[in-house]
T-cell receptor
Framework: KQEVTQIPAALSVPEGENLVLNCSFT??????LQWFRQDPGKGLTSLLL?????REQTSGRLNASLDKSSGRSTLYIAASQPGDSATYLC????????????FGAGTRLFVKA | GAVVSQHPSWVICKSGTSVKIECRSL??????MFWYRQFPKQSLMLMAT?????????EQGVEKDKFLINHASLTLSTLTVTSAHPEDSSFYIC????????????FGPGTRLTVL
């Protein structure tokens, strides 16, 4: 059974700081891993999708890495801004069992101005 | 990326009534759709997986007679919450993916259900 864990559960940083969000998963047989952003009361915004054959993806100030063998992914946010405040969700799409996507509990990020 | 819409975006209903939520893929054929539920300050929990033209597969603990899912076409899936009760109040999100299992899932904006 695939389990996805995100650490830390919550994070508060001053504006401008670089930060790393962590995601770990128990079953390395995955199709892809995706990072999402969710603002309070809103839906999901896809940030980065990493296929199982890839090791990282970059978009602007965001960089996500994937290490399947160790079951880990990190989301790196450079030069954080107050607008980055949100909950960040890591989601793993399984290779078996209907290709379901399993979500982590999320990291609530607050960037102080 | 592909677009998935949900309707309504929010709904308030009385206890005991049924509510239908629609999920549409606007610019691609969605052979598989997923329904998730999210309680406040919690993550998304998969409720069921539906493939076009066949019965939905429900996750353990999800009542199939209470949460009716229909995936009648390649662009539309519906979730009906029957005899809704206050504990069914939640944020419901659907996602859709195309014919290949490698295809990315695209998520709808969600539907906020409040049962009084």
């Amino acid at each position: 059974k695939q389990e996805v864990t995100q650490i830390p559960a919550a994070l508060s940083v001053p504006e401008g700081e670089n930060l790393v969000l962590n995601c770990s998963f128990t079953d390395s047989a995955i199709y892809n891993l995706q990072w999402f952003r969710q603002d309070p009361g809103k839906g999901l915004t896809s940030l980065l999708l990493i296929q199982s054959s890839q090791r990282e993806q970059t978009s602007g100030r965001l960089n996500a890495s994937l290490d399947k063998s160790s079951g880990r992914s990190t989301l790196y946010i450079a030069a954080s801004q107050p607008g980055d405040s949100a909950t960040y969700l890591c989601a793993v799409r399984r290779r078996s069992g209907g290709f379901k996507t399993i979500f982590g509990a999320g990291t609530r990020l607050f960037v102080k101005a | 990326g592909a677009v998935v819409s949900q309707h309504p975006s929010w709904v308030i209903c009385k206890s005991g009534t049924s509510v239908k939520i629609e999920c549409r893929s606007l610019d691609f054929q969605a052979t598989t759709m997923f329904w998730y539920r999210q309680f406040p300050k919690q993550s998304l929990m998969l409720m069921a997986t539906s493939n076009e033209g066949s019965k939905a597969t429900y996750e353990q603990g999800v009542e199939k007679d209470k949460f009716l899912i229909n995936h009648a076409s390649l662009t539309l899936s519906t979730l009906t919450v029957t005899s809704a009760h206050p504990e069914d109040s939640s944020f419901y999100i659907c996602s859709a993916s195309g014919p290949s299992s490698y295809n990315e899932q695209f998520f709808g904006p969600g539907t906020r259900l409040t049962v009084l």
